[in-house]
């Protein structure tokens, strides 16, 4: 089978780009990595009416093709063919209200070359605010064919077909003349002959085209991070550029300005504004939704439906997904003789998928929430509104979703974290994020408060539990945020922290495109993240199972005897100093495939049926163990101690295994999980040994 | 126009003004210069975020939001 050519699908955020994108293809998009980054490459078969079928690839959002990062580095990388099939046309997905900056990429693709379709999408919208555009002119100047497009309602997508087949029947051209001052002329001159002389590139124009991007993205100081240059043209360029500054010459202001000059040139002859419209309807929102008391208030009402949502509406789907899973457990057992393969399929397979599919609700609904938010244009706004708070700790303003949501489940969060641009910025949030006490931990501190604490036992006027409640939810908070603060200034430094950011027009959200990115992310979720959430769950089962006790009477005799029993009892030096004995150990490493295991665990070692968070008989166990000297096991400080523990503790294989499909290496998910153990060990040991000094060890 | 001459972070509420120099790091003067922020540039300042910070302009027909840090290195004139 031949390879279809490809044509690129460019455009800046908020431009719709996306929904034209499947609005071209239908819902046929095949997503995957493009390799050593974590930006996915979305495409889809294009068939043309004569039969001819393309490849059409949807290149991330940016403003520029410039790069510091290898991420940025694809858009540049994809159109001039370099690693990859170079394209046959272009498609630029224009924002027809913002022209005036959007022009500004055509400028910087049709530099290269290729042959070019401006689809001026949003055109309904233009028309609205009164500004009329000259398609021919527009043609004409460009060299471009235009199409005018409605990406929401389909509109003009049946045209942009027919131009992207024009197109690309065209053959790439030489660089269109664009006016520059002389000496950077020059200076453009002589790298594009040594890529040619290098041999990196053959086409002249793709080669200019080169040379301008090297200029503007190749860092000074060599921090840019960026692949596949020649060690020579990258000492050439930083060699033109050094000349360009001893002679006072700024190339980066030479080379935008120049093409923001063509672009006021080309708005200024295809542009008509309506000499007066009225206060736009977005102006009108923001007056209320970026107020200071009542935008304050909107933003509070709305976090809070969205925690509501995650928090208790996916409460009954998860449920019935564990419901459903604890049926097929049984009907298992029940068709199945009595076996280590039963085990496996019971408590190896089956719980791993329940483990995997149990996060979908929580993750369609904050990507249905986010996709609303985003597409409407709230989400910048979230952003604009409490940047000022978020970038105290170092955090980008568009973190403040994923933390929130951080309070239900960090799975989801970090998926969320895609809605923030820079690397660096992500990386902070991810890394963070799994501090905040997710509804999974809840069960633990129920267990123990309940366990340490009689019913009736007040602080003051409140009950020891809720206060205790309220002071693990606040140490998980400051922790983050201190967290967050300190890794901005130490492991993740570097670029980011400038926040640019785009308040696009209030719109109203397509169904069709919400429910489709929704699916889009759970189906990456199953397929990604679920395969190893799964094969981690049957490592842990067989960790809690194997080796067989050689007369086993009950569980708890088996899981003493399994390596993880084992484990349990060779590290209890290492959490004896907080208060744990080797039972707790072994709840802590159960708790590893979701915290709230640790409860059933625990109810497994201390050889009680069903247990869970309110099972009397497991409290009343807890109560009674003893250290082999007599000494209570679960007094109320080895309680804080615990709770203190299981906020801080990364004891969690989905949230490792969710950081390290997002983050695209397993460096910074081991790094997470490093730092967060060190924390919480820490602070356990601290609570206990303070506090046994104190005396309130009894 | 209202005659403003200095820091864009100096612009009063709906003052307008153009852009006449971006200073800072490499990396931000870029990204600002990118999404047009080039000398000769008309920006208004729209609104101001209701913790004081950031501040939205208007510029090219479309909403941009930036830090104040980012904007005390935007001369206008």
């Known amino acids: ?698 | 126009m209202s005659r403003h001459s200095g820091s864009l972070a100096g612009l009063p509420l709906g003052g307008t003004a153009i852009v006449s120099r971006v200073r800072g790091e490499r990396a931000v003067v870029r990204r600002l210069l990118e999404v047009g922020l080039v000398p000769g540039t008309v920006v208004t300042l729209r609104r101001i975020a209701p913790l004081g910070d950031p501040i939205e302009l208007k510029v090219r027909n479309f909403a941009l939001s930036i830090r104040r840090s980012e904007a005390l290195g935007i001369d206008v004139e």
């Open chain 1, 1 to 698: 089978m031949t390879v279809p050519p490809v044509v690129l699908v460019a455009g800046n955020p908020n431009s719709g780009k996306s929904t034209l994108f499947n609005a071209l293809t239908g819902s046929r998009a095949h997503v995957a990595n493009y390799p050593g980054v974590t930006i996915d490459r979305t495409s889809a078969p294009l068939t043309m009416s004569d039969g001819r079928v393309y490849e059409l690839v949807d290149l991330p959002g940016t403003y520029s093709l410039s790069a510091r990062s290898r991420e940025e580095q694809i858009a540049v990388d994809a159109l001039l063919g370099r690693g990859v099939a170079a394209p046959q046309a272009v498609v630029v997905v224009v924002d027809a209200v913002a022209i005036g900056r959007a022009l500004f990429l055509v400028i910087e693709i049709l530099a290269t070359g290729l042959p070019v379709v401006i689809a001026l999408n949003m055109s309904d919208e233009a028309a609205r605010d009164g500004i009329t555009i000259d398609i021919e002119r527009l043609e004409l100047l460009t060299g471009a064919q235009v199409v005018r497009t409605v990406a929401t309602k389909g509109e003009g997508i049946a045209e942009l077909v027919r131009a992207i087949g024009r197109a690309a029947d065209i053959e790439p051209s030489a660089a269109p003349f664009l006016e520059r001052p002389e000496a950077l002329n020059l200076d453009i001159a002589e790298l594009e002959a040594a890529i040619l002389e290098e041999g990196v590139l053959d086409r002249p124009g793709a080669a200019r085209a080169w040379a301008t991007w090297l200029l503007l993205s190749l860092d000074d100081e060599g921090a840019d991070d960026l692949v596949g240059i020649p060690p020579s043209l990258r000492a050439r360029t930083l060699a033109i550029r050094e000349r360009a500054a001893t002679a006072g010459r700024n190339v980066d202001l030479e080379i935008i300005s120049s093409s923001f000059r063509r672009v006021d040139a080309i708005v200024d002859a295809v542009v008509q504004h309506a000499s007066k419209v009225s206060r736009s309807l977005t102006d009108r929102i923001d007056s209320v939704l970026t107020h200071r008391v009542a935008g304050g208030v909107a933003f509070a009402m709305v976090m809070m439906v969205v925690f509501q949502a995650l928090f208790s509406w996916s409460e009954p789907a998860i449920s019935f997904i564990e419901a459903r899973v604890t049926d097929a457990q049984g009907a298992a057992v029940a068709a199945m003789p009595p076996g280590p393969l039963t085990d496996l399929i019971v408590d190896g397979v089956i719980a791993g998928v329940g483990n995997v599919v149990v996060f979908v609700p929580q993750i369609g609904l904050l990507f249905l929430f986010i996709g609303l938010l985003e597409d409407s244009g709230y989400l910048a706004r979230v952003a604009f509104v409490i940047d000022r708070l978020m970038r105290s700790v170092g955090l980008h303003g568009r973190a403040f979703v994923p933390m929130l949501s951080g309070f239900s489940c960090a799975v989801p969060a970090v998926m969320a974290t895609r809605t923030i641009e820079s690397r660096t910025d992500r990386l902070l949030t991810m890394l963070v994020l799994p501090l905040m006490s997710c509804s999974a931990r809840l069960p633990v501190y129920v267990l123990v408060t309940a366990t340490v604490f009689a019913p009736g036992a007040r602080l003051g006027v409140f009950s020891a539990g809720a206060v205790l409640l309220l002071a693990m939810y606040t140490l998980s908070a400051v922790a983050a945020l201190t967290a967050a603060a300190v890794l901005r200034r130490t492991v993740l430094k570097g670029p980011g922290g400038t926040l640019v950011l785009e308040l696009p027009p209030y719109r109203l959200p397509a169904v069709r495109v919400l429910v489709f990115n929704v699916w889009q992310r759970v189906r990456a979720f199953l397929v990604s993240a679920g395969t190893m959430i799964l094969a981690l769950t049957i490592v842990l089962w067989a960790l809690l199972s194997y080796p067989k006790a050689p007369d086993s009477t009950g569980h708890g005799d088996q899981l003493r005897y399994s390596l993880a029993g084992r484990l349990g009892h060779a590290i209890e030096p290492a959490i004896a100093p907080l208060g744990f004995d080797w039972r707790i150990g072994v709840g802590i490493i159960g708790a590893f495939a979701a915290r709230e295991v640790f409860v059933s665990t625990l109810g497994i070692v201390f050889d009680i049926e069903s247990a869970d968070a309110t099972n009397e008989p497991l409290r009343a166990a807890l109560r009674t163990a003893t250290w082999p000297d007599g000494r209570r096991l679960m007094t109320p400080l080895t309680g804080v101690s615990l709770m203190v523990f299981f906020v801080l503790a990364c004891q969690c294989m989905s949230t490792i295994a969710v950081v390290r499909r997002e983050s695209g290496t397993w460096r910074w998910p081991m790094f997470m999980f490093a730092y967060m153990t060190v924390l919480a060990y820490g602070a356990s040991l601290i609570v206990y040994q303070v506090g046994s000094r104190l005396g309130w060890g009894a």
